[in-house]
T-cell receptor, first 112, second 114 residues
Framework: EDQVTQSPEALRLQEGESSSLNCSYTVSGLRGLFWYRQDPGKGPEFLFT???AGEEKEKERLKATLTKKESFLHITAPKPEDSATYLCAVQAPTSGTYKYIFGTGTRLKVLA | EPEVTQTPSHQVTQMGQEVILRCVPISNHLYFYWYRQILGQKVEFLVS????????KSEIFDDQFSVERPDGSNFTLKIRSTKLEDSAMYFC????????????FGPGTRLLVL
């Protein structure tokens, strides 16, 4: 069964304490893997799309990487404003079309 | 910066009633999506829409659901006969390309079915 698993479920960091969030996936074929940030009561905000193993994308303090089984979102020297839920999603083929599968997210809290 | 808007922000309805959730996608986008997120659970894909027809839909998107683009700007999700389990946050998204491209999400409509 196709699935996306994110870990940890929650993470508390001190400001400046770098860490990584994990997204592991099991799908029959990967068309794309997406990272989003979601603030409470709001819609997901797009961060990155990764298409193939070995690909990396960076934006400010965030860096996303992709292997054949998982993706990491590395957060370097986080600030309190980076506190949010980070969602991973994959797009995979199914019955001649595509489906989108989201993980449950990692709730990140960065303490000042 | 252009953004996706959704109305209403909150909707309360009685079980069995029909509801229509409205979205105004970003104007030059061609692909439109609906997702839902039950409180405390993961975001779930419902349907994607392109060129005035459904291009992909999930198992959740059964005969109770329908989508429409009634004019050049609005994109609607209709639930014909709401159930308690339809209570969720519904997000609309739009994008310039199919799936792999950036999807911009709206702020959501919180639907509560009593």
């Amino acid at each position: 069964e196709d699935q996306v698993t994110q870990s940890p479920e929650a993470l508390r960091l001190q400001e400046g304490e770098s860490s990584s969030l994990n997204c592991s996936y099991t799908v029959s074929g990967l068309r794309g893997l997406f990272w989003y940030r979601q603030d409470p009561g709001k819609g997901p905000e797009f961060l990155f799309t990764l298409y193939s193993a070995g690909e990396e994308k960076e934006k400010e303090r965030l860096k996303a990487t992709l292997t054949k089984k998982e993706s990491f979102l590395h957060i370097t020297a986080p600030k309190p404003e980076d506190s949010a839920t980070y969602l991973c999603a994959v797009q995979a083929p199914t019955s001649g079309t595509y489906k989108y599968i989201f993980g449950t997210g990692t709730r990140l809290k960065v303490l000042a | 910066e252009p953004e996706v808007t959704q109305t209403p922000s909150h909707q309360v309805t009685q079980m069995g009633q029909e509801v229509i959730l409205r979205c105004v996608p970003i104007s030059n986008h061609l692909y439109f999506y609906w997702y839902r997120q039950i409180l405390g659970q993961k975001v779930e894909f419902l349907v994607s829409f392109y060129n005035n027809e459904i291009s992909e839909k999930s198992e959740i998107f059964d005969d109770q659901f329908s989508v429409e683009r009634p004019d050049g700007s609005n994109f609607t999700l209709k639930i014909r006969s709401t159930k308690l389990e339809d209570s969720a946050m519904y997000f609309c998204a739009s994008g310039q390309g199919r799936g792999g491209e950036t999807q911009y999400f709206g702020p959501g409509t919180r639907l509560l079915v009593l």
